[in-house]
Nanobody, 123 residues
């Protein structure tokens, strides 16, 4: 089992910055990829960014949604089993509940989700 705890959400003005953290615990060796998803009211949950090779001493792959490319950066701190999402130039379309997701290496295994953290952007 893997537990994910997000933090760092809050209220920020448009154009501002926030950094979200996702701390993983439990069977972290089983994690292949950690991603950030978001879900705004009335919308489907969507991938924001993803970082691969979690916990491996290799250069990780990174994937970003087109809408956040160049504004958001995903990174990890292996010693703390933590993944960060640095968000800059926040826009009115960025508010949502941001969820951390961990995808296991084992094919067919279910992904793990955190409880989510709210990001609000004021204009």
């Amino acid at each position: 089992q893997v537990q994910l705890v997000e933090s760092g959400g809050g209220l920020v003005q448009a154009g501002g910055s926030l950094r979200l953290s996702c701390a993983a615990s439990g069977s972290t060796i089983s994690i292949k990829t950690i991603g950030w998803y978001r879900q705004a009211p009335g919308k489907q949950r969507e991938l924001v960014a993803e970082i691969g090779s979690f916990g491996r001493a290799v250069r990780p792959s990174r994937v970003y949604a087109d809408s956040v490319q160049g504004r958001f950066t995903i990174s990890r701190e292996d010693a703390k089993n933590t993944v960060f999402l640095q968000m800059h130039s926040l826009k009115p379309e960025d508010p949502a509940v941001y969820y951390c997701n961990a995808l296991p290496w084992r094919l067919g295994a279910s992904a793990y989700w955190g409880q989510g953290t709210q990001v609000t952007v004021s204009s």
